[in-house]
């Protein structure tokens, strides 16, 4: 739950402080006062809304829940927190988080109900319940169940295989030649590991050999005539060894250049050249020698699967159908447990419907093409007509309804539970009805709602009025008369009469 949320500077806002208890929390005041500002306010530190607060935080407490990623244990108090100044920032316990991350962490705990979304009627989130709540009751639904699921995933497998062999075989003929065009075309160059380097080695050489040439011509008479080198310094008494070692030395580097460059003497440099450029483009597309040559024995395994799809495909097309045929018997023993259970949740959501003056809900079982959930579609009618066209006041009831059912099964925590213009354009009847749900609803949720009716806002457990003068709001927890006297408001107006103040009195005693 909530325990504290603050706010500073937003919109008509300055700076407020307000503490939650858990139950049912109603903001009610005039129109224009800022109660949708409040909202949405606690909204955007859950993710769902965008706000430009310099600063909004909550607090949240006995939540019963852990998260590895931001360090919470079971029994850790919550914070979250907003901040504006040059760009919109969340924290979670002083981590970051982004507001997508955020919306999926607080999807863990908390609902907001708006007139726009329809997941709640979802097929298959029904049937995920639905099964959660059969399961509840028959241990062996439970193995059905999980031996379907292993079974379909087998399937899904099996059936994407054999759809990618039936869709290279209708281009099979196009596949097989241009798999041979690729491996021929490296087959072609047949590159060596290593060959490229030791290519561009020896152009370097040869590309040296000519100009060498030309300077060893140029040179050879002085190095015919080094031995008279030698002799004149031996008619000086010089040691000459280290001058015989030096011309030495560099004829045996003149030696090792010619040696490497020996073996290419009727190698002309064009054909030296054409295979650098040959190795140079595998190198560019592939990155590599060795990135073609494992390129090129994929495409071999490839050609070879291509030749064999034929009998591939008759083994997958006989393993498919075998599998098929199994799920389809589990997906029918599914949906017959499924519609002998399917009216105590129709039961459930109608006792509900009763106290919101609403009858008659239909929840059906429909065929669909199987998928992972089965055979089974789900298909609700209000007095045999579709959601689609019930009214949005109807719809919400018919939502609340479907949630309360719900929530004695799927709420083992402090959940909080947001409600969108909940009473709005309702009469007293079915405004108290709604109050009466809430109360029971709140049970297992701390609720926050905004009201336009009396009845809701005498069944809170905090009412808050949101007020504005001189374009500043400012929020306000109110005592019993000072409930008696906003809820009085509500009945008549500004002008408030007496019975207005009777009747608010009475509701706040019922």
Do not use: W
Not at 62 to 77: C, F, H, V
Request: aromatic share 8%; proline share 1%; glycine share 2%.
């Amino acid at each position: 739950m909530i325990n504290r949320f603050y706010l500073e500077n937003y919109l008509s806002f300055e700076k407020i402080d307000i503490e939650f208890k858990k139950g049912l929390i109603v903001f009610t005041g005039a129109s224009g006062a800022g109660k949708s500002v409040l909202m949405s306010s606690i909204l955007s530190l859950f993710g769902t809304t965008d706000s430009n607060a310099q600063l909004s935080e909550i607090v949240l407490e006995d939540l019963k829940i852990t998260d590895e990623n931001y360090g919470i244990e079971k029994d850790d108090d919550i914070v979250i927190k907003q901040t504006t100044s040059l760009k919109t920032r969340y924290l979670l316990n002083n981590q970051s988080i982004s507001k997508k991350n955020l919306k999926v962490f607080t999807a863990n705990f908390s609902k907001h109900l708006h007139l726009k979304d329809t997941t709640d009627f979802d097929s298959k989130k029904i049937i995920s319940f639905l099964d959660f709540l059969t399961s509840l009751n028959n241990k062996k639904y439970s193995k059905i169940l999980e031996k379907f699921e292993v079974k379909y995933k087998e399937y899904k497998t099996l059936q994407d295989k054999l759809t990618k062999i039936l869709e290279d075989e209708k281009e099979l003929d196009d596949l097989i030649e241009y798999t041979k065009f690729e491996i021929e075309k490296i087959a072609k160059i047949d590159p060596q590991v290593d060959e490229y380097d030791e290519l561009k080695e020896l152009k370097i050489n040869l590309s040296k050999k000519d100009k060498f040439d030309d300077i060893l011509q140029d040179i050879q008479p002085m190095l015919n005539e080094t031995h008279k080198i030698s002799s004149a310094l031996q008619l000086l008494d010089v040691d000459c060894a280290f001058f015989d070692d030096a011309i030495s030395e560099v004829n045996n580097h003149f030696e090792k250049f010619y040696d490497s460059v020996a073996s290419t003497d009727d190698m002309e440099i064009e054909s030296v050249l054409t295979r650098i450029e040959e190795l140079s483009s595998l190198n560019k597309k592939f990155g590599g020698i060795t990135e073609a040559l494992e390129y090129k024995k994929v495409k071999e395994k490839e050609l070879e699967g291509y030749e064999n799809i034929s009998f591939e495909k008759a083994i997958l097309e006989k393993n498919v159908q075998k599998i098929s045929e199994e799920i389809e018997l589990l997906a029918q023993d599914i949906s017959k447990i499924r519609e002998e259970n399917i009216v105590y949740l129709e039961e459930k959501v109608n006792e509900y419907l009763e106290y919101l003056y609403l009858e008659n809900l239909t929840i059906s079982i429909q065929r669909q093409p199987l998928d992972e959930t089965g055979i089974d579609k789900i298909e609700f009618k209000l007095n045999d007509t579709e959601l689609s066209k019930i009214s949005s006041g109807e719809f919400n009831r018919l939502r609340l309804a479907l949630l309360t059912a719900r929530s004695f099964y799927e709420i083992d925590t402090n959940g909080i539970l947001f409600l969108d213009e909940i009473d709005a354009n309702l009469s007293g009847k079915e405004s108290e009805s709604i109050a009466k749900v809430l109360e029971q609803l709140s049970k297992s949720y701390q609720i926050f709602a905004i009201s336009h009716q009396p009845q809701l806002s005498a069944t809170a457990h905090q009412h808050f009025m949101v007020k504005k003068t001189d374009n500043t709001s400012s929020v306000k927890l109110l005592n019993k008369e000072q409930r008696v006297d906003e809820i009085a408001r509500m009945i008549s107006g500004e002008n408030i009469t007496k019975e207005a103040l009777e009747f608010a009195r009475k509701l706040l005693v019922d």
